[in-house]
């Protein structure tokens, strides 16, 4: 059997030999909108939960708009345009109008990926400027949370009158699902902010996970942080598995993105009858699977839909490596994955960290196997002993010693597909 993966930005066949019982778990979505642009107007007038933007605008003489980052594939160049003219509409001049790349701690936004990001038009003609987490100067203190985070946002967002922010709703590894907050913190924040918010105390948190709002400590986090920032407005989107956008969502930024949330449940979970013995998934191919540390995203997903001490192979391009510096100092140290999670427990929080950490707790409970060509073996610690250069040696490292018919899950598109398990049968 041979299935067609997402890999960089070409994808790649992945072939699975006779005598498994394979299943290909593929990304569900509603349809296309039809006519997005009418859809578009239509939500930013109509909002949800608040006044239409024009309204909210008029009288302000500046906005700040926070927008994701190259990792992931929010369609800014199709949203952008018509929340600016509703902005221009209600007086705010170009030059009153800021846009941010809200990187949290990733590496900052090259002109060329602005312009990927934005379009030509929109990098030529606006303010543009990546977030930077560790200019601790550049930030405004808002105090702290009531869990105790301390809260700084950049100043240049808060100064401005009305505060902005773009995004996509999909599947998160911690926060439950993207959007909304998120464009806030970490998307702004500075990185005490940050490493807080990705210390163990959240990120061990079992409803701290893919797919979780209700209960979810993290959320509950972001969104009192978002309301110190003064969020005004979010404008998200559902995305189809070809990017075509499914669902717009304007308006509050609490119950707007709820409303998101529930289209994306409704419209895109995936059930699988039981859970598999093994799963073999993707980094969901570029932009999410530039690095290593984006790609260890496939790893968490899978673990819904694997049985305890099944086995997961991830694979990803990391066409730019593993990351930070910071990450790759851990990883290059990386003794095992109980041995990292009783060393971090009690000490303080290290820059990306935390994406270790998620992987670590779904290494006690499966096997772990990797395909990333852009990395290499002796770069990722422990890790590398399960590491392969070659797609086919990872694909038969994953199968061997698994009985006939054992159920082999396909995912082609990974973290982007909202995929559970039904609990096995005893």
Not at 79 to 89: K, N, V
Not at 92 to 99: D, F, L, M, S
């Amino acid at each position: 059997m041979q299935t067609r993966f997402a890999f960089g930005k070409e994808g790649m066949d992945v072939p699975i030999p006779a005598g498994f019982r394979c299943q290909v778990v593929q990304c569900r979505s509603a349809a296309a909108l039809p006519q997005p642009s009418a859809t578009l107007d239509a939500a930013l007038d109509q909002p949800i939960g608040c006044a239409p933007l024009s309204v909210l605008a008029a009288g302000k003489r500046s906005a700040a708009i926070s927008v994701c980052d190259i990792t992931r594939p929010a369609p800014n160049r199709l949203t952008l345009p018509p929340l600016l003219a509703r902005l221009h509409g209600a007086g705010i001049a170009v030059e009153g109008v800021t846009i941010f790349i809200a990187t949290g701690l990733h590496r900052a936004a090259s002109r060329a990926e602005m312009e990927i990001i934005l379009g030509h038009e929109i990098v030529a003609r606006y303010r543009v400027v990546s977030h930077d987490a560790r200019d601790l100067a550049a930030h405004r203190s808002l105090g702290a949370t009531r869990r105790g985070t301390p809260v700084f946002i950049d100043e240049r967002f808060l100064a401005a009158d009305l505060h902005i922010t773009l995004g996509l709703v999909e599947q998160h590894l911690m926060a439950g699902f993207s959007g909304g907050r998120k464009l806030i913190a970490p998307g702004l924040a500075a990185q005490p902010t940050i490493t807080t918010l990705h210390s163990p105390r959240f990120m061990r948190e079992p409803l701290a996970s893919e797919g979780s709002l209700d209960g979810n400590p993290l959320h509950a986090e972001l969104l009192e942080i978002a309301a110190l920032a003064r969020h005004d407005f979010i404008l998200d989107v559902t995305l189809t598995r070809e990017r075509g956008i499914s669902g717009v969502f304007a308006g509050h930024p609490v119950k707007a993105h709820a409303a998101a949330v529930a289209f994306l449940e409704e419209t895109s979970l995936a059930e699988l009858p039981a859970p598999a013995d093994a799963v073999i998934t993707s980094a969901a191919g570029y932009p999410l699977d530039l690095t290593f540390y984006q790609t260890l995203k496939g790893v968490t997903a899978a673990r819904h839909i694997v049985e305890p001490g099944g086995r997961i192979l991830v694979l990803g391009q990391c066409a730019e490596g593993i990351g930070s510096p910071e990450f790759a100092r851990l990883l290059a140290n990386f003794q095992g994955h109980r041995e990292f999670l009783d060393a971090i427990r009690d000490t303080p929080v290290e820059v990306d960290q935390w994406q270790l950490e998620k992987l670590a707790l779904v290494g006690t409970e499966c096997e772990l196997f990797l395909f990333t060509p852009g990395v290499r073996a002796e770069q990722l610690g422990a890790l590398g002993v399960r590491t392969f250069l070659d797609l086919n040696q990872a694909i038969a490292a994953l199968l061997d010693g698994l009985p006939a018919g054992a159920h082999i899950a396909l995912v082609p598109e990974g973290p982007y597909t909202y995929a559970r398990a039904l609990p096995a049968l005893v």
